[in-house]
């Protein structure tokens, strides 16, 4: 037997698998770089954890009247990044309320943003400004006695959507 020859030999790792280490190594990068390049790694955006109430008050001699929803706290959230949405809201003209006109168009959603530019609708901007929306912030719209809505979170980058709270009118079925 040869021992001097067996104590000289260097080699290790037969250079086969060295090889296949090398590629596996390779295999694994490339798919970890694609998952995070292509958007698989999963969404960092969470959906604010905050309170909201809602209060509505009747108006004398019509079937519906004022509707406020008011951030009772938790989490500051943009004012863009909060919708109510549903049906109820005010989509007639009558002489007798207090606002002139209505966005007889825009039915549907009220985002807290855009409020203002609604006759039916109005924001306090108090403390939250025109880009926040926190505690004490509220905002009010005109809708009929048989509402349903809903106070729905939706992300800037669109990946993300909650409901925060929800109402229905006090002659809802």
């Given at each position: 037997?040869?021992?001097?020859?067996?104590?000289?030999?260097?080699?290790?790792?037969?250079?086969?698998?060295?090889?296949?280490?090398?590629?596996?190594?390779?295999?694994?990068?490339?798919?970890?770089?694609?998952?995070?390049?292509?958007?698989?790694?999963?969404?960092?955006?969470?959906?604010?954890?905050?309170?909201?109430?809602?209060?509505?008050?009747?108006?004398?001699g019509w079937a519906g009247?004022?509707?406020?929803?008011?951030?009772?706290?938790?989490?500051?959230?943009?004012?863009?990044?909060?919708?109510?949405?549903?049906?109820?809201?005010?989509?007639?003209?009558?002489?007798?309320?207090?606002?002139?006109?209505?966005?007889?168009?825009?039915?549907?959603?009220?985002?807290?943003?855009?409020?203002?530019?609604?006759?039916?609708?109005?924001?306090?901007?108090?403390?939250?400004?025109?880009?926040?929306?926190?505690?004490?912030?509220?905002?009010?719209?005109?809708?009929?006695?048989?509402?349903?809505?809903?106070?729905?979170?939706?992300?800037?980058?669109?990946?993300?959507?909650?409901?925060?709270?929800?109402?229905?009118?006090?002659?809802?079925?």
């Open positions: 037997m040869q021992v001097r020859k067996l104590l000289k030999e260097e080699d290790a790792v037969s250079p086969v698998i060295g090889v296949i280490l090398m590629v596996a190594i390779t295999v694994i990068l490339a798919a970890v770089i694609a998952s995070f390049v292509l958007g698989l790694g999963g969404s960092t955006t969470k959906t604010p954890q905050a309170k909201f109430t809602w209060d509505y008050n009747s108006y004398n009247g004022n509707l406020t929803v008011t951030h009772d706290g938790g989490a500051t959230i943009k004012a863009k990044e909060l919708v109510i949405r549903g049906q109820g809201f005010n989509s007639t003209v009558d002489s007798s309320l207090p606002f002139k006109e209505v966005d007889i168009v825009n039915k549907g959603d009220r985002t807290w943003a855009d409020a203002e530019a609604n006759p039916t609708t109005t924001t306090s901007s108090k403390k939250g400004g025109d880009s926040a929306v926190v505690s004490g912030d509220y905002m009010t719209a005109w809708v009929n006695n048989d509402y349903d809505l809903r106070l729905v979170y939706e992300s800037s980058e669109g990946d993300n959507s909650a409901t925060l709270a929800s109402d229905t009118g006090p002659n809802t079925s």
